[in-house]
């Protein structure tokens, strides 16, 4: 039995994280994809991870290429072609560059690995998530967006950084869109199961809820070109993970609602279930009234960078 195989398009910042994370968990065999002008630094990306191997020991074959043939029959794809933020630009304004490589990818994809599991984690990334699954046509199921896992991430950091207390005991979801407008769920965050609200004050804890959502352009703001890559990867790579070990885990993910939490037909932060059926469920509970309408607020956001793909 051959090990899974698993196709990164777009080997740039993200794109090699991606591939030194999967190969040290030993997901399978990583084929790094990029267009030919790079190919050279994603052949040479692929090369010096083989060479990391003999230290852990780590089974797993790394390629690089931009050749599409070499993604055939791939089991997951982890989107990440595109053009970052620089300081300054929102995630919208990457919209046109970035869904047109989207469709190109999504086209490729459709005709190289029709039953794969798919992450997207370019940005805008409500909308390019949205336009894989409409260029593709593949099931809802296959198709998911890398965001909510990310801000969840960075909600738990500073939560832990303001308590003092273990990054590994703190819970919590951030729900909704990948922007300004994101919904941490800070009601539900706990540290060991104590509730956030009897830890850290009211004001700080909306000083954090802050921090949250404007994570990502803090990092472009102090990286002055590009945007984060080390979280980001390490995200993306617990969906993979979680999808080819069929791990049921639990994950704040852009998944194509059709009813839940009164969202139809936009692909919105959720809590997901991920297994060896892909997107397996959404897991809706009963939000509070501000919940609701800060969710629907961030709907109208998705709503509106989807509209503008056109799709
Ligand atoms: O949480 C999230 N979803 C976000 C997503 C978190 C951080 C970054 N976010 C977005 O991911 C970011 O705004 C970008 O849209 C993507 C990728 O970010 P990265 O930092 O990895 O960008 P790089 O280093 O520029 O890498 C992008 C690669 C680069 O090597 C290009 O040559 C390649 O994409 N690229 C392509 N690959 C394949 N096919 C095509 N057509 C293509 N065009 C560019």
Known sequence: MSRPKISLIGGGQI?????????????????????????????????????LRPHDGYDANITGTSDWNDVKDSDVFIITAGIPRKPGMDREDLLEINLGIMKDVAANIKKQAPQSFV?????????????????????????????????????????????GLSVQDVTCMVLGGHGDTMVPITRLATVGGVPVTDLISAERLAEIEHRTRFAGGEIVKLFGNGSAFYAPAQSAIEMAESYLRDKKRVIPCASLCTGEFGIDGYFIGVPTVIGTGGVEKILEFQLTDDEQVELNNTLEVVKKTVKETGL
Do not use: W
């Open 119 to 163: 992450i997207v984690i370019s940005n805008p990334l409500d909308a390019m998530v949205y336009a894989f699954y409409k260029v593709s046509g593949f099931p809802k199921n296959q198709v998911v967006g890398m965001a909510g896992a990310l801000d969840s991430a960075r909600f738990r950091t500073f939560i832990a950084m303001e308590t």
């Open 15 to 51: 794109g090699g994280n991606l591939a030194l994370l999967a190969a040290q968990k030993e997901l399978g065999d990583i084929v790094i994809f990029d267009i030919p002008k790079v190919e050279g630094m994603v052949k040479g990306k692929a090369l010096d991870l083989m060479q």
